[in-house]
């Protein structure tokens, strides 16, 4: 399984963008990446997956490079209410139902 | 969006008591799992379980622990002889396969188990 490394935190600005990056040096060529977010004493909550180039959806967009060894989630404009944990994923891709395996995370603080 | 569903919220034991943590996964999904997080620390996969059997499971899940989907709707798992290094939220999810980009693990809200 490609080991992923993220920060362990980041803090904000209420309605700046904030950008996490993930690097997966050695993720295989199947290997899907997946940003799941998790609030205090809740479930992780899938955000975005991609395999390259760029992805966006309502909630953020996620960039990958031309060599897959990095990614970086984009949330647009933050608010207080995404304080959360971000995790970084690296696998086949969750339509395969293989199981899900986390790291630590990135723990975002938005502030005033 | 739908939802995948876990009673109780809070689960208070004593050692060596079992448990057990009821989850009631989304209606259409084929793919079940367990997951624990001790407070502080990583997620942790315990168990996936797919047409009436578990298709893998962690170091973790040993013989104590045991899971079943006992009707059509409820996915449970039971810890047989509570330890205080249970103690954990857990969480279960739920899945469909696709070949979608989209496709994705719902988690359920987790339930608090706290063993003194």
């Given at each position: 399984l490609a080991k992923t490394t993220q920060p362990i935190s980041m803090d904000s600005y209420e309605g700046?963008?904030?950008?996490?990056?993930?690097?997966?040096?050695?993720?295989?060529?199947?290997?899907?990446?997946?940003?799941?977010?998790?609030?205090?004493s809740q479930g992780p909550r899938f955000i975005i997956q991609g395999y390259k180039t760029k992805v966006t959806n309502?909630?953020?967009s996620l960039f990958i490079p031309a060599d897959r060894k990095s990614s970086t989630l984009s949330l647009p404009r933050v608010s207080?209410?995404?304080?959360?944990?971000?995790?970084?994923?690296v696998g086949p891709p969750t339509g395969t139902a293989s199981k899900l395996t986390f790291g630590t995370g990135t723990r975002l603080q938005v502030t005033l | 969006?739908?939802?995948?569903?876990?009673?109780?919220?809070?689960?208070?034991?004593?050692?060596?008591?079992?448990?057990?943590?009821?989850?009631?996964?989304?209606?259409?999904?084929?793919?079940?799992?367990?997951?624990?997080?001790?407070?502080?620390?990583?997620v942790?996969?315990?168990?996936?379980?797919?047409?009436?059997?578990?298709?893998?499971?962690?170091e973790?899940?040993?013989?104590?622990?045991?899971v079943e989907r006992p009707d059509g709707s409820n996915f449970t798992l039971k810890i047989r002889s509570t330890k205080l290094?249970?103690?954990?939220?857990?969480?279960?999810?739920?899945?469909?396969?696709?070949?979608?980009?989209?496709?994705?693990?719902?988690?359920?809200?987790?339930?608090?188990?706290?063993?003194?």
């Open positions: 700046q963008e904030v950008n996490i990056t993930c690097s997966h040096n050695n993720i295989a060529t199947n290997d899907y990446i997946t940003w799941y977010q998790q609030f205090p309502e909630v953020a207080l209410s995404d304080t959360a944990v971000y995790y970084c994923l | 969006e739908p939802e995948v569903t876990q009673t109780p919220s809070h689960q208070v034991t004593q050692m060596g008591q079992e448990v057990i943590l009821r989850c009631v996964p989304i209606s259409n999904h084929l793919y079940f799992y367990w997951y624990r997080q001790i407070l502080g620390q990583k942790e996969f315990l168990v996936s379980f797919y047409n009436n059997e578990i298709s893998e499971k962690s973790i899940f040993d013989d104590q622990f045991s290094e249970d103690s954990a939220m857990y969480f279960c999810a739920s899945t469909i396969p696709t070949s979608g980009s989209d496709s994705k693990q719902y988690f359920g809200p987790g339930t608090r188990l706290t063993v003194t």
